[in-house]
């Protein structure tokens, strides 16, 4: 019997409006044999579907090296990263093509994205990734995602595709990614070693133990599951669900899409968190404001973390714990705002002071974190 949540988790899948689709070099290329034409045109069949029923969908596949190399006459992946780097371009014109082609038979337009780690990380590109993919979603054109290869190097890269797709979901808030590869989904072993290895059916995307289950991958594909699991947790983030499945089921999107139990499921942990944060988002009335320094807006605005009394330079208004306070920075633009664990007056004793000092001054120590990041939403 299904547990409530798993219940849950796929009905998450069958209600998404929004879906990262990532298909992996061990399944688009015919095992080392150049892109495999009829798989390819199967999915985008599948995904043309989903378009059909105003389900948006962006694809991040893989495949471009591996491509390359056959257009090439390679027979080993080179590992020079010059080598990598040609190969890519030589196979990523083949892949355009190939979407191109087929999702023109569904009247469908495709967009090429090549996107790097900087692109991501620098916030200025993210933004610019951002609105243009959601451009072209509204435009209902389907965004093929690859990493740039081309002009990343070791040093940079993502490497892998899963966690691009990630990434991808989180810049668009996706409600879930889907993780198509060579396997039926996450095993408690790699069954290509261990025959007797068990699909994991369910599991929560934070959950540790997943991690250690996750094995290499093989000689095509880039992070094995490895790269997946954290994948699920990284798109986790942004509330989405992950689900890793078989390329190779008959009709595998439509049936995921139509809620069947297929691969693995992970499930994000912070669900009820993203709707919190929405809510907190939507919370107009604000009793009061702190003033941080530029550290501590760098820290809330990068890495969503919790706001410390140490990064507070000014406390104004006149609020109690629990109250909605908004956060500006030294020229009060707006940064973010959320739920203050400390009363205007406790909050104006503490501030510049790091948080081991807070017992010490105020006698007691309701938390060590001025504002925690779960009741803190960045505007
Ligand atoms: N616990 C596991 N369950 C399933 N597959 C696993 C596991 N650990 C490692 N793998 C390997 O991960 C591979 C899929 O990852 P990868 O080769 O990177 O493919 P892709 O190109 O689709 O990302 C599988 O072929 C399998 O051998
Ligand atoms: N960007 C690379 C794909 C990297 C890769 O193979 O990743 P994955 O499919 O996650 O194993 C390419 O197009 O060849």
Redesign the pocket.
């Known amino acids: 019997m299904e547990s409530i949540e798993q219940v849950a988790g796929r009905e998450a899948l069958s209600g998404a409006r929004r879906v990262v689709v990532k298909i992996?070099?061990?399944?688009l290329t015919n095992d080392g044999r150049g892109l495999d034409e009829a798989a390819i045109g199967g999915w985008v069949d599948q995904i043309a579907e989903l378009h059909r029923r105003g389900v948006e969908v962006v694809l991040v596949s893989?495949g471009a090296v591996a491509a390359g190399m056959v257009r090439l006459g390679w027979q080993a992946r080179p590992s020079a990263v010059h080598e990598l780097q040609a190969a890519a371009a030589v196979g990523q014109n083949g892949l355009t093509q190939c979407y191109e082609h087929h999702f023109a038979r569904h009247g469908l337009l495709t967009a090429q994205v090549l996107l790097t780690h900087d692109d991501l990380s620098n916030r200025k590109r993210y933004l610019n990734a951002r609105s243009a993919l959601r451009t072209l979603v509204g435009l209902r054109v389907v965004p093929v995602v690859n990493e740039n290869d081309t002009v990343v190097t070791d040093e940079i890269r993502f490497g892998?595709n899963?966690t691009l797709g990630a990434l991808v979901a989180n810049l668009l808030e996706a409600d879930a990614l889907v993780i198509l590869?060579?396997?039926e989904g996450?095993?408690?072993?790699?069954?290509?070693h261990d025959p007797v290895?068990r699909l994991i059916r369910e599991g929560r995307a934070d959950d540790p133990s997943l991690a250690a289950?996750?094995?290499?991958?093989?000689a095509?594909?880039?992070?094995?599951?490895t790269t997946k699991v954290q994948a699920a947790r990284l798109a986790a983030r942004s509330g989405a669900y992950t689900a890793i499945a078989s390329g190779r089921q008959p009709e595998v999107l439509t049936r995921l899409a139509a809620g069947e139990r297929l691969g693995t499921l992970l499930s994000p942990e912070q669900a009820p968190m993203a709707a919190r944060k929405r809510w907190l988002a939507g919370q107009l009335q604000v009793r009061g404001t702190l003033t941080l320094d530029a550290g501590a807006v760098k820290v809330l605005r990068g890495s969503g973390s919790s706001l410390l009394a140490v990064g507070v330079k000014a406390v104004s208004g006149s609020f109690v714990r629990g109250d909605m306070v908004l956060c500006v920075d030294e020229q009060g633009h707006r940064v973010a705002k959320g739920l203050v664990n400390y009363g205007a007056e406790d909050a104006g004793r503490i501030l510049g002071k790091p948080s081991h000092q807070i017992a010490e001054i105020l006698g007691f120590m309701e938390a060590p974190e001025l504002i925690h990041r779960d009741n803190l939403v960045v505007l």
């Open positions: 992996g070099s061990a399944l893989s892998d899963d590869t060579d396997q996450l095993f408690d072993a790699d069954p290509r290895a289950v996750a094995g290499g991958g093989g095509l594909g880039r992070g094995g599951m």
